[in-house]
């Protein structure tokens, strides 16, 4: 058995050698007989093709894989992060810009096996790691690509973009084969959730701080080699929204006690009004540019060292 947080590098080809990366693939796979991936837990039996709310089924669906250099430095380099893109979300996001596919999955159904060559070749093309974005509803598959790819020779990092609203009982299993976690923080208020994420009455706030600290028990705080491309961690990204809607001040207070001044936050100020939202009083604007650099004062207040802000133009 391997033990939980005690792998370096791309810590899946241990995991691949044991024989245990095989064990944690059937283990997610059994749990889409009753769906219980993310928080939702809806239930439905995927395996017979049943579909939940994230209205995915049995087979990963693609928009595109690719080198992607606009990702945080550490993460792009100079050669790119491999970045496949999957469809649909466990999150409904009134103000997403990707709407079109994480909502009404424009994509492209594949095999498993396909995604694995995705991942072999993006590694050939010299990217710096496997960015799954999006990756929650399809972490079975996920698991099952990184097995057949490990064995033809995929060993570079593999990064978790998610939105944060994770199951414990998922990210457990998906301990030793993830290197980086790059999740959101999206909110401190589960009624801001609820009205402009659509998430059930269950609550994004407690799911999101306890996948988060999952993440770092399992990988600690992000790692970096002398070229400055991470190896390993946990990076967390917050959008700032209009209005004080997400909270952000309290979330970073949060990172601050419980994570320590030295965690990587990614401080986003390019929320613009899309999809739903321009139909929305408190989100048909952008964050301005004083509302902005106030969070940022705030965050440099508390003394973190760590990260990357944007122009709050």
């Given at each position: ?74 993460i792009s ?135 988060v600290t ?83 004062k705030y ?15």
């Amino acid at each position: 058995m391997v033990k939980a947080g005690q792998m370096k590098g791309a810590s899946y080809k241990t995991l691949y050698e044991s024989g245990e990366l095989f064990e944690r693939v059937t283990k997610l796979y059994s749990m889409l007989k009753e769906c219980s991936l993310c928080p939702r837990e809806c239930g439905v039996n995927r395996q017979a093709g049943e579909l939940g709310v994230c209205k995915s089924g049995m087979r990963p669906v693609v928009a595109s894989h690719n080198a992607h250099k606009g990702e945080e430095p550490p993460i792009s380099g100079t050669k790119g992060s491999g970045t496949i893109f999957l469809a649909h979300c466990t999150l409904k996001c009134i103000f997403c810009h990707n709407y079109p596919i994480s909502q009404l999955g424009n994509s492209t159904m594949v095999t498993v096996t396909a995604m694995a060559d995705m991942m072999l070749n993006l590694q050939k093309r010299g990217c710096h790691n496997i960015n799954f974005v999006t990756p929650t509803h399809y972490a079975p598959q996920i698991a099952h690509a990184v097995l057949i790819a490990a064995k033809n020779g995929l060993d570079i990092p593999l990064v978790y973009n998610t939105s944060g609203y994770e199951s414990l009982r998922t990210l457990r299993l998906l301990d030793g084969i993830i290197d980086i976690y790059l999740p959101d923080m999206k909110y401190d208020d589960d009624e801001a959730a609820i009205k402009y994420s659509g998430v059930p009455r269950s609550g994004y706030k407690d799911a999101n701080r306890q996948a988060v600290t999952e993440m770092i028990r399992q990988v600690g705080q992000l790692s970096v080699d002398d070229a400055g491309i991470a190896k390993r961690g946990v990076l967390i990204r917050h959008l700032v929204l209009p209005g004080k809607i997400a909270g952000s001040q309290r979330i970073l207070k949060f990172i601050s006690d419980n994570f320590g001044k030295g965690t990587y936050i990614s401080l986003m100020s390019q929320y613009f009004p899309a999809h739903k939202a321009v139909d929305d009083p408190a989100l048909c604007k952008r964050v301005g540019h004083r509302e902005y650099k106030r969070i940022v004062k705030y965050m440099e207040g508390l003394g973190f060292g760590c990260g990357w802000t944007q122009s709050a133009d």
